[in-house]
């Protein structure tokens, strides 16, 4: 529901629209590949800098998930900012 939000707040703001990839199961490699697309092609749409790597994470371990889910949830406050959602 976010994503879907977001892309709509996105093209009412810029006009702009992008692609956003089906997130899936929660921890795999693609799962998270598929989070760093969405996020790049959100924050182009936006005329943001390309989000920080998200990719890069075990997220079986503690301190890596952490890091991730503090990363992911600064970088969605940036996002949800610039679409007029926050």
Same mark, same amino acid.
């Given at each position: 529901?976010?994503?879907?939000?977001?892309? /709509? =707040?996105?093209? #009412?703001?810029?006009? *702009?629209?992008?692609? +956003?990839?089906?997130?899936?199961? %929660?921890?795999?490699? &693609?799962?998270? /590949? =598929?989070?760093? #697309?969405?996020?790049? *092609?959100?924050?182009? +749409?936006?005329?943001?800098?390309? %989000?920080?790597?998200? &990719?890069?994470?075990?997220?079986?371990?503690?301190?890596?998930?952490?890091?991730?889910?503090?990363?992911?949830?600064?970088?969605?406050?940036?996002?949800?900012?610039?679409?007029?959602?926050?």
């Amino acid at each position: 529901m976010f994503q879907h939000a977001l892309a /709509q =707040a996105t093209f #009412q703001q810029t006009g *702009n629209t992008y692609k +956003a990839f089906p997130i899936g199961t %929660p921890g795999g490699p &693609e799962w998270l /590949q =598929a989070i760093q #697309q969405t996020y790049q *092609n959100a924050s182009a +749409a936006l005329g943001l800098p390309p %989000p920080p790597d998200l &990719e890069s994470y075990s997220l079986d371990e503690p301190a890596d998930w952490s890091s991730w889910t503090f990363i992911l949830s600064q970088t969605t406050a940036s996002l949800q900012r610039a679409a007029g959602l926050a």
